[in-house]
């Protein structure tokens, strides 16, 4: 083919295209003046920053189906002062870069009125200094203790879901009087699996255990026998947690490595969320304990507050999508969508939220929360929001796999949780 | 665990990376021997071989080992005749040229991530596998004077990972069978050597290049159904394959089928004892060293002919 065939049509398109652009400008002006003219019955615009892509994909979707049903509940009884709720959804490709191009984007193109959601610890710490700097609210699921450790700034927030460093400290306990105190440790190796490391370390040192053998698996890493000849005989307890599409490959590799002589195994849900725990290979789980944020399995003292959750997002009793079976929710973590968005819409009521002008008066109401019942908006149980910190305390469960299922073991106070503050996040300047 | 022992594992974990690179990367080979593209959307090939083999498992009933079976047999094909289509609709187009097949292939690759990702989704999915028996091995050392058997903690191997190694070799032997006995080794062999002549004395190139295109793929391809029940099917595993691929294949010559066995014995051992011993990083500033040393001291690969 010759070079000048191609290059008449790519001139003729180019134009064609500018024309298109130039009319899709005008023609979305009127709309823009319309909005301004009649802001108080605009939708209230929640950026939801996705992970639909990438190495947190699983949680994107069930983050997402979550927060639609939780927008939907709040529509169904009125909206945030009389106006409706819209979710704006980008997805960040569960990239830190990405997760701050789309903050950018919430704030100056979709006029968002705040941002919300994302897991991914690297994601948020790579986006909250550009809701900072855009005065943007943002409203983490994380779990990460970044908030908390004072890392960020004022305009983040994570209100829905605790942070790992209060899920250790509860979980060390019981890890040292039931299960041994000698422990290996397996974790990513990024700004999550760090918070483990430094956190439960500390926390089983306190408890008179000590950490034998600390081993860190980047998080892209697909293959994982290599890793564990690292763990030393002498271990007592296994303490694991993954993350990441490999998630399967890990525990079923764990299971393979040691054969029939395990250590006691405790580990981190997030080490098999959106993983389905008949799969083949992890039989060997029967007996070892899970953290888990929020208890997957219908528990008998299941609550009307978790009925009516697992009923507005479409999960059955095993913790799996009502339409397949197969789809496993991320349900250790995705009640903190569904509780977040519900903070927000108090935030807003308490605030008089009117527009983006009140931004600031939304974020000093939300420090203003304390106290947080057991109730339809927050099915995961009581909590207790510290403003100062910018950080929710929340009970935590520990399970034990028995017949296939997890069931709860032991369920930590909210006392258990609490550590002194790092940070006053109300001092800053807005 | 001590060292004895460690390094056995260490050395079966890295044969069978060994085994899985040497079919992948034998298939890059092949491609650029013969056809002179360096195709960039290898590891995409070998990504699809992984989730078709995921769509054929889900879909065949009668145990896992039919539907392993029929993924094994399926997914290949399917992933070769796409290839193939490929090949007549672009690189054909494109008259093999090695700049606009680098540019073509990228694109390529995106387009099978991204259709991958609209349909498959964004999960990473199991494939059961046939059989994944937990086999203890022994070991050696000496006691109360005499040779004594002990099992060391962990030091394991399954049956289906053993099955993957032979399986490897197997098709390996039998691809250089082909390109050695057979008649269409022959064409491909004539291809490579001088096309325009070998057109001159009736070989159809065109279709010889599709052929080889699609078998590139399908070994490819083949490589990911082999893998899935070990790791799981996800749109985005092919990237760290490609890259080991052209590592593997840089070092042991483009278009040097045995080189590229032993530089995927060397990098696959490599990575599974260094990565054992010291960290799994290291394992890959090591592969990345030697593929610039082998550049520059011996471009043509350590097994590679003069060039033409």
Known sequence: MSKTSESKPSISRRSALKTLGVGAGAAALPMWARYANAQTSEPIRIGFQKHATGIGAS????????SQAAVKMINAGGGINGRNVELVTEDDGTDPKRGAEVVEKFATQHKCDVAFGTLFSHVVIGSAPRAGELKLPYFVVSEGHHVASGMLNRYTLQPGITDVKSQVQAMAPFVASNLGKKVTMIFPDFAFGHDHRDYFSAAIEAQGGEVVQMIAIPPAETSFTKY???????????????????????????????????????GFIDSLEAVDLASPGLEYLEGTYFWEG??????????????????????????????????????AHMFGCWETLNIIKAGMESSGYA????????????????????????PQGAKLFNGKTHQVFGHQYISKVTNGKLIVAHTASIEDTFYPDEVDYTKQSF | MDFGPYLMLATLEGAVLAAVLALMASGLSLVFGVMRVVNVAHGEFYMLGAVFAWWVTSFVGGGPALA?????IFAPLIVGALAVLADITILKRLEYDPERTIVATIGLLYIMQQVTLMTYGADARPVVPPFNARLALP???????????????????TSYKLFVIIAAVIVLLGLRLMMTRSRIGLLMRASQLDSETAQAFGIPVERVYALVFGIGAALAALAGVLIVPIQQAHYLMGGDALLLSFIVVIIGGLGSLGGTIVAALLIGLSDGIISVFFSPTLAKIIATILVALVLVFRPQGLFGGRAR
């Not at chain 1, 949680?59 to 979550?66: A, K, V």
Request: aromatic share 14%; proline share 8%.
């Open chain 1, 355 to 378: 527009g983006p002008q009140d931004r600031s008066k939304l974020i000093e109401a939300v420090e203003a929360i304390t106290d947080i019942p057991h109730s339809n908006e927050h």
């Open chain 1, 59 to 66: 949680y994107g979707r069930w983050y997402d189906r979550t």
């Open chain 1, 294 to 331: 929020n208890p997957r399995y219908a528990q008998p003292d299941q609550s009307e507050y978790d009925k009516n959750f697992r009923t507005a997002v479409g999960v059955d009793e095993n913790g799996a999508s009502v339409n397949d079976s197969k789809d496993i929710s991320t349900y």
């Open chain 2, 139 to 157: 070991w050696l050392e000496w006691a109360d004077g005499g040779l004594q058997v002990f099992w060391p903690w962990g030091l394991s191997i």
């Open chain 1, 228 to 266: 564990f000849p690292k763990i030393p005989r002498e271990t007592e307890v296994i303490y694991h947690v993954m993350v990441g599409p490999a998630v399967l490959t890990f525990v079923k590799e764990l299971g393979e490595f040691f054969g029939p002589s395990r250590p006691e195994i405790f």
């Open chain 2, 68 to 72: 392993f079976v029929a993924a094994l």
